[in-house]
């Protein structure tokens, strides 16, 4: 069975999901992507990841400011699709929108539903120090990620996961999994979508760019998921001895001495160790404003005097 498919995406995680739709053997009838967005230091507008994407292999192109008008959903229901997909699209869909493909819409969300449902599950994930997430592939309905799950994958997060490295293992994982949908759809032997629990729903708010900073009165385990969970964006940051640094890399360890949160225990080759509400964080690459990414060690050569410290 053939599936006419239309693609929603916006970032680059959506990427390796268009591919797989591309490489699926049912023809992707359009693209969806947000407008494009003003970027970069000239603020000139830039395509998202999916445009180029869809732009590279050929396929027809829609980008509304929304999907409320009723002429969007007309021009949508002229294509006939048979299904919608749905990856870190940005706009919500309406219900009028929902009932247009013959299989409705599906979605792949970056977390195990009902857990982190919303705009920011990676770095959710992480911040709160969970062992595992994972892709859900959900039959989508009104509600934000409110929907029934058709199948799922599972990944261990590591102690060393950051946003930027678990953002791509579960990019890939999404991929893997809409191949798996489609060719379960096609065969007809997809399972029925189970409604997700009751118990454990929780929320992943948009980041905000004030919570990058890093509050030394906290503990070192919690600065250190801060700093994985921000990398490669929007990059924590610290105050260190009078200069504000952006933290890449960043470890917990435990505090050698007692000292005021926020204070230099020891600067050397390993890190610079500031204290912490409880243990240590050991800076290990850093970045000066109007600088580049460097190593701890590099930017204590144009510190000496931190250096001194034991």
Not at 278 to 292: I, M, P, S
Request: glycine share 8%.
């Amino acid at each position: 069975m053939s599936l006419r498919l239309i693609f929603a995406g916006t970032p680059a995680f959506a990427v390796p999901a268009l591919q797989a739709a591309l490489a699926s053997g049912h023809p992707v009838v359009a693209v969806l992507t947000q407008p494009d967005r003003p970027a970069g230091r000239g603020r000139g507008l830039a395509a998202s990841p999916i445009k180029l994407q869809a732009l590279a292999a050929g396929v027809p192109l829609l980008q509304p400011e929304t999907l409320r008008k009723p002429s969007v959903r007309r021009q949508l229901a002229a294509l006939q699709p048979d299904l919608l997909i749905v990856v870190a699209y940005g706009l919500m869909l309406t219900e009028a929108v929902l009932a247009v493909p013959r299989h409705g819409c599906w979605n792949l969300h970056a977390s195990l539903l009902p857990r982190w449902r919303g705009a920011a599950p990676i770095q959710r994930a992480i911040l709160a120090g969970d062992d595992a997430t994972g892709v859900d592939l959900m039959q989508m309905q009104a509600g934000l990620d409110s929907g029934p799950v058709l199948l799922s994958r599972r990944t261990p997060i590591q102690t060393d996961d950051s946003g930027g490295s678990l953002q791509d293992r579960l990019a890939a994982l999404a991929a893997d999994l809409l191949s798996e949908g489609l060719t379960r759809l096609a065969l007809g032997t997809l399972p029925a979508a189970q409604a997700q629990s009751s118990v454990g729903i929780c929320y992943a708010h948009k980041i905000e760019k004030a919570e990058a900073a890093l509050d030394c009165t906290q503990s070192a385990i919690a600065l250190e998921r801060q700093v994985r969970a921000f990398s490669p964006t929007p990059i924590a940051e610290l105050e260190l001895a009078g200069e504000r640094l952006r933290v890449h890399a960043a470890l917990a360890v435990p505090a050698l001495a007692s000292a005021a949160p926020g204070s230099v225990l020891a600067a050397t080759r390993e890190g610079i160790d500031i204290a912490c509400g409880e243990g240590a964080l050991r800076l290990t690459r850093v970045q000066r404003a109007g600088g580049k990414p460097l190593s701890a060690w590099d930017y204590l050569n144009a510190r000496p005097e931190l250096r001194q410290r034991p």
